[in-house]
């Protein structure tokens, strides 16, 4: 779950049967989905999904983003473009599913 804040949409992919990751760039709302999930197999990393994911290639089947994408159009600083943000975000994105 690519911008999994307080990890609501985790919860219901875990509830599904399914493994679930998070990533959020905001350490406060993963500290909520840690608390909400404490019995949870779920991982959580803090990143910046701008930066493209951290992640092994084709280590994932599927991916969600509920109302975070947009913000890949919001550059962090002078060094950062929406362009640049949005190809590694993809470019990485497409690494990462198998």
């Not at 959580?44 to 991916?63: E, K, T, V």
């Not at 975000?89 to 198998?98: D, G, I, N, P, W």
Request: proline share 1%; hydrophobic share 40%.
């Amino acid at each position: 779950d690519v911008g999994c804040g307080s990890g609501l949409s985790g919860k219901v992919l875990e509830e599904g049967g399914h493994v679930w990751f998070g990533t959020d760039i905001s350490h406060a709302m993963l500290e909520v989905a840690q608390e909400r999930d404490a019995m949870s197999s779920s991982d959580l990393c803090l990143h910046d999904m701008g930066c493209g994911l951290p992640l092994r290639q084709s280590s994932f089947d599927g991916c969600i983003s509920v109302s975070a994408l947009q913000w890949l159009c919001y550059a962090q600083n002078n060094q950062q473009t929406a362009w640049m943000r949005l190809m590694r975000f993809f470019s990485s994105l497409y690494s990462v599913l198998k």
